[in-house]
């Protein structure tokens, strides 16, 4: 089944200790992004890759990093990660940057206290 | 810059009445305009794009270029219509960004 799969679903952690949000595609997509999703805002994109070692900053990138070394996978790192980034994540990819569709994750939960 | 604006947070109706959810957008260019919906506990799943001009699960949304809208239409409500619905552009020049709106969350009641 072709697929976007974030892990972990939930997470609740403590400030300032590092954690990493795992994002993989079995669809060969070579673009790929990260949102968060809060109440009253939507979703906002934090990073994106258009393939292999090319990523850029979204709207909202600051406190977070990324990386891709394989095109399947776009690990989303928080490492020092505040309350204030407690939020509804969302991975997504797509096989282009226009006229496609955008598959997104299950998302994850994350809570920072 | 680009800005899409769903002016209603709730949208209250009753089986078999008549939906519209609206959406503005602003943007410079030609975008590509979707609605995306969200059930309860569910991930993001496109539910139309304007491109493709269909209808889906009885939803209908043009894309009015004057008034700058895409609002997203169902004559009939049904109840396996509650969720969360997102309008989102995609600009030629923004890198595969989707920018979405606040959401409208549609609560259809028997």
């Known amino acids: 089944e072709a697929q976007v799969t974030q892990n972990p679903r939930y997470l609740i952690t403590v400030t300032g200790k590092k954690l990493t949000v795992t994002c993989s595609q079995n669809?060969?997509?070579?673009?790929m992004s990260w949102y968060r999703q809060d109440p009253g805002l939507g979703l906002r994109q934090i990073y994106y890759s258009m393939n292999v070692e090319v990523t850029d900053k979204g709207d909202v990138p600051e406190g977070y990093k990324v990386s891709r070394k394989e095109k399947r996978n776009f690990p989303l790192i928080l490492e020092s990660p505040s309350p204030n980034q407690t939020s509804l994540y969302f991975c997504?990819?797509?096989?282009?940057?226009?006229?496609?569709?955008?598959?997104f994750g299950q998302g994850t939960r994350l809570t920072v206290v | 810059a680009q800005r899409v604006t769903q002016p209603e947070k709730l949208l209250s109706v009753f089986k078999g009445a008549p939906v519209e959810l609206k959406c503005n957008y602003s943007?410079?260019?030609?975008?590509?305009l979707f609605w995306y919906v969200q059930y309860s506990r569910q991930r993001l799943q496109l539910l139309l794009r304007h491109i493709s001009r269909e209808s889906i699960k009885g939803f209908t949304a043009d894309l009015n270029k004057g008034e700058t809208s895409f609002h997203l239409k169902k004559p009939f409500a049904q109840e396996e219509d509650s969720a969360m619905y997102y309008c989102?552009?995609?600009?030629?020049?923004?890198?595969?960004?989707?920018?979405f709106g606040a959401g409208t969350q549609v609560v259809v009641t028997p």
């Open positions: 997504a990819s797509s096989s282009g940057l226009i006229n496609t569709e955008a598959f």
């Open positions: 943007y410079s260019g030609s975008p590509e």
């Open positions: 989102a552009l995609r600009g030629t020049d923004s890198w595969g960004k989707l920018q």
């Open positions: 669809m060969n997509h070579e673009y």
